[in-house]
Every structure is written in structure tokens, then in C-alpha cells.
């Protein structure tokens, strides 16, 4: 069974920093693109950031350029996000999710990160 | 960036009936060396993660209701739930992935008349 299971969301406050992990099980997670993608309260989506499945290739949406790193450990079949001067405006459920080129075809059951003073 | 735009914002039809969800590009999402469309549908119901429903702008993924199919080319796309089924009540997404960074339309949110 595949499972994504992220971890590490909470309440943060502006300008702050937050690190997302995401388990992966039941697929071959170092043959996998991954992703995040978020969700702010009552929002649509929005894709974050990915990963290729070395690390050698990474790429974001501009607004989290400069503040947000993807990263992964293939050993350990898990995905991060180092979220640094976090804004009010990142407040949103973060989901990790594989990218299968065509499409997000697993995806985690998400993590509320929530920026606030 | 490309803009996706998705009409309507919602829509309510009964049990039964065909629904039908819009998604235009800002610029094509067709790749000419393969001829193929860079388009994909997500259904996201209640308190659920998405689910992917439709790649290649008209490939269904494995299992998922022959009900659902998805046509367009280059800007302008369609997804079509052909007869509702109460498990349907979701919000659907098209998202384009022909460049970074990939963009998603508004959703469009299907409900019960």
C-alpha cells in the first residue's frame, strides 16, 4: 500500500522557520519525482516546489524562491521542506506528493502550517 | 507563468446527469513534438486529499469511473462526468504541467441539485 505521511506543520510565527518531513512507503521512492503542493484555508492548490530523484534537480513557484528548500534522503524514503521567513501567506496545508509526469498520482494526507502572531 | 481558468466556479446538477467543467489555458499546453496535451484533472472531495482522474489531457488513470472522461486541445479543455453519482460531490481541478511553474485552475466545485 503507498503511503505518504507528512509531519512537522504547526503555528509559527511571521518570519519564522518550519521544517516538513514526508514518510514514504510502497513504492520506489528513489525512482520518484516528488513534490509539495499547498492549500491555504477554503483555497485551490498550488504547487510548490519539486525534486528530481537525485537531488540534482530542483526547481519553485517564484513566491517561495530564496525561503523554501525541497530536499530528499533516498535511504531513509523521505521528502523535506525547509520553510524560512515565513509569511502570512503560507499559511496552508502542505501535501507531499509524487510527481508521475503525467500527473500528482500519490498524495499525502497533508500537514496545516499556520503563520500567525 | 500559465494561468489556468476554470468555469464554472460551481455547479449543481442532479443525480443522473452529465456535468460539465471547463478549464481554459492562458497559452497552449500542447506539446508539438509528441501531440500531446500537458493537461491533467484532480477530484478533491470533503476533507480528502486530491486524487488524480485524467492525464494527457484525456487518459483515464487506472480505476477511475468510465463516467468521467476529459477532451480539448491547446487551450481549451473539458471534463465531463457523464451521469452523477452522489460520490461524486467533489471540487476538480485542471492543472497544466507543460511548464514550471505548473499552475492549477480555481476548482470548480459540483454539488447535488
Known amino acids: 500500500e503507498v503511503q505518504l505521511v507528512e509531519s512537522g506543520g504547526g503555528l509559527v510565527q511571521p518570519g519564522g522557520s518550519l521544517r516538513l518531513s514526508c514518510a514514504a512507503s510502497?513504492?520506489?521512492?528513489?525512482?520518484?519525482?516528488m513534490s509539495w503542493v499547498r492549500q491555504a484555508p477554503g483555497k485551490g492548490l498550488e504547487w510548490v516546489a519539486y525534486i528530481r530523484q537525485t537531488g540534482s534537480e530542483k526547481d519553485y513557484v517564484d513566491s517561495v524562491k530564496g525561503r523554501f528548500t525541497i530536499s530528499r534522503d533516498n535511504a531513509k524514503n523521505s521528502l523535506y521542506l525547509q520553510m524560512n521567513s515565513l509569511r502570512d501567506e503560507d499559511t496552508a496545508v502542505y501535501y507531499c506528493a509524487r510527481w508521475a509526469a503525467p500527473g500528482f498520482d500519490y498524495w499525502g494526507q497533508g500537514t496545516l502550517v499556520t503563520v500567525s502572531s | 507563468d500559465i494561468v489556468m481558468t476554470q468555469s464554472p466556479d460551481s455547479l449543481a446538477v442532479s443525480l443522473g446527469e452529465r456535468a460539465t467543467i471547463n478549464c481554459k489555458s492562458s497559452q497552449s499546453v500542447l506539446y508539438n513534438s509528441n501531440n500531446k496535451n500537458y493537461l491533467a484533472w484532480y477530484q478533491q472531495k470533503p476533507g480528502q486529499s486530491p486524487m488524480l482522474l485524467i492525464h494527457w489531457a484525456s487518459t483515464r488513470e487506472s480505476g477511475v469511473p468510465d463516467r468521467f472522461s476529459g477532451s480539448g486541445s491547446g487551450t481549451d479543455f473539458t471534463l465531463t462526468i457523464s451521469s452523477l453519482q452522489a460520490e461524486d460531490v467533489a471540487v476538480y481541478y485542471c492543472q497544466q504541467y507543460y511548464s514550471t511553474p505548473w499552475t492549477f485552475g480555481q476548482g470548480t466545485r459540483v454539488e447535488i441539485k
Open positions: 510502497g513504492f520506489s521512492f528513489s525512482t520518484s519525482w
